[in-house]
């Protein structure tokens, strides 16, 4: 058996999906285990670019497997736009299977997301407004509608009914917004039932089974660890488990059966929403950073905001999810750069710790402690220069955790293995 988990190690967007897509390759199945279509993944084939916001990136590979598992919480609507968009291009997505257990975005989650983000006003998460929180809220309240309810027309319109006189009080008499009608959503919702029953599957049954075959399982996490509702800059987070134990919950999949855990981490770091970043780059540097490496939402163009690496984050990240390897990306962003600057320490009220505090209020108060190390320059086919391989070396003397791979570019080519993963 061989299975590896995937899990971004700062605030998403570390290149997850070039890395994912690279070592799926290799994989029989493919699993995403929480989030939503608040993620966004792009994925570079030849001269193609891709974005993917639910389907899992193995989708590219006809004989794959490709799981949505009961993690996910799944908008109906965005899900049939993206087997729509991937049928436009040539794709065939039939190997796709949907966790019947994995809860529905309704229509009510986003506009309820929305009218929470503005009543929030300066205290904001800047949350994707995707109706992300407010469908985990209903999840843990007991009250969701989940992908079998979806194919059971009947329960589906008596849950639903009893959700929205609950949710239509809120949103016309707390928020003061227009509430929904039963019958629109209804209609809606149970076209996109005949849509996707083909796909509505037991897919812990199924990833099980394929381990047990000794297929190759690839788990690929959505975000990023300081976005986790537990082990993140709460309450700047998203509501899922994107670290490594999520895979656990979210694909049901014992921990015994995780042989490997990669985290995918920038060599700079970069983040979207309001919370503490103690290593963020303002005025030209980081303008000329955004711009370099192009750090604008896949799905909302959002300028993120960018800074040097930040290998506190990357040390607690490499703990709270057991990681055994990393992969680093974005290596030739930086190339042109005459040195590059590695947070290895915080000071805080005058004193220097390693560990990560935990809450925002002491994060937001700490300063960076840096090594500079001299840039690398271009990067030549997959040479690694004295400057690169002392920059990987000092990620791997902070966290402990060997760098298995580096990106040094979007496409599948542009990728240097030190280590076999599967
Ligand atoms: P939500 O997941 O839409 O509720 O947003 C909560 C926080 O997570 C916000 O700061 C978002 O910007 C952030 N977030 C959610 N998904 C992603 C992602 O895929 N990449 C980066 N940030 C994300």
């Known amino acids: 058996m061989s299975t590896l988990v995937i899990v971004g190690t700062h605030w998403g967007d570390e290149g997850k999906g070039k890395i994912t897509n690279y070592l799926s390759a290799d994989?029989?199945?493919?699993?995403?285990?929480?989030?939503?279509a608040n993620a966004g993944h792009t994925v570079v084939i030849g001269d193609k670019v891709y974005k993917l916001r639910l389907i899992p990136s193995g989708i590219f590979f006809p004989e794959k497997l490709c799981i949505i598992g009961n993690g996910v919480v799944v908008d109906p609507e965005t899900l049939v736009e993206e087997l729509d968009y991937l049928l436009g291009k040539g794709i065939?997505?039939?190997?796709?299977?949907?966790?019947?257990?994995?809860h529905l975005v309704m229509p009510y989650?986003?506009?309820?997301?929305?009218?929470?983000?503005?009543r929030r006003g300066p205290n904001k998460i800047g949350t994707t407004l995707r109706g992300i929180g407010p469908a985990y809220m209903d999840k843990f309240a007991r009250l969701g509608l989940r992908m079998a309810d979806l194919i059971r027309p009947e329960s589906f319109i008596a849950k639903l009914r009893r959700n929205l006189v609950e949710k239509?009080?809120?949103?016309e008499r707390v928020y003061g917004v227009k509430g929904f009608e039963l019958e629109e959503i209804a209609e809606r919702y149970l076209g996109f039932a005949e849509r996707l029953r083909?796909?509505?599957?037991?897919?812990?049954?199924?990833?099980?089974?394929?381990?047990?075959?000794?297929?190759?399982?690839?788990?690929?996490?959505?975000q990023g660890t300081l976005l986790?509702?537990?082990?993140?800059?709460?309450?700047?987070v998203t509501s899922s488990h994107p670290i490594a134990g999520g895979a656990c919950v979210g694909a049901g999949v014992g921990?015994?059966?995780?042989?490997?855990?990669?985290?995918?981490?920038?060599a700079y770091t970069s983040r979207v929403g309001e919370g503490p970043f103690p290593t963020e780059l303002f005025g030209e540097m980081g303008d000329w950073l955004r711009e370099r490496g192009d750090e604008y939402g896949t799905v909302t163009r959002r300028p993120r905001r960018v800074g040097w690496l930040d290998a506190v984050i990357l040390r607690y990240s490499a703990r709270v999810s057991g990681l055994t390897h990393l992969a680093v990306t974005r290596v030739d962003t930086l190339s042109e750069l005459e040195s590059v600057k590695v947070a290895v320490a915080y000071e805080y009220r005058g004193q220097i710790i390693k560990d990560l505090p935990t809450d925002p209020e002491t994060m937001a108060e700490c300063r960076p402690v840096y090594e500079e190390l001299p840039g690398w320059g271009p990067i030549r086919g997959s040479q690694v220069q004295p400057a690169l391989q002392a920059y990987l070396?000092?990620?791997?003397?902070?966290?402990?955790?060997?760098?298995?791979?580096?990106s040094i570019g979007q496409e599948r080519t542009q990728t240097i293995m030190f280590e076999e993963l599967f």
């Not at 065939?92 to 994995?102: F, G, I, T």
């Not at 986790?228 to 700047?236: A, K, Q």
């Not at 070396?393 to 580096?406: E, H, K, Q, S």
């Open 198 to 222: 083909p796909y509505i599957a037991d897919t812990s049954l199924l990833i099980n089974q394929a381990i047990d075959r000794g297929d190759k399982v690839l788990f690929e996490g959505a």
């Open 168 to 171: 239509n009080y809120l949103l």
């Open 92 to 102: 065939d997505p039939s190997n796709l299977r949907v966790s019947s257990s994995a």
């Open 27 to 36: 994989a029989d199945v493919v699993v995403r285990y929480q989030g939503g």
């Open 393 to 406: 070396d000092l990620i791997r003397r902070v966290t402990g955790v060997p760098v298995a791979m580096a």
């Open 255 to 266: 921990p015994t059966r995780i042989d490997r855990v990669l985290g995918v981490v920038k």
């Open 109 to 118: 989650h986003i506009q309820l997301d929305v009218a929470e983000e503005e």
């Open 228 to 236: 986790d509702i537990d082990f993140g800059t709460y309450p700047y």
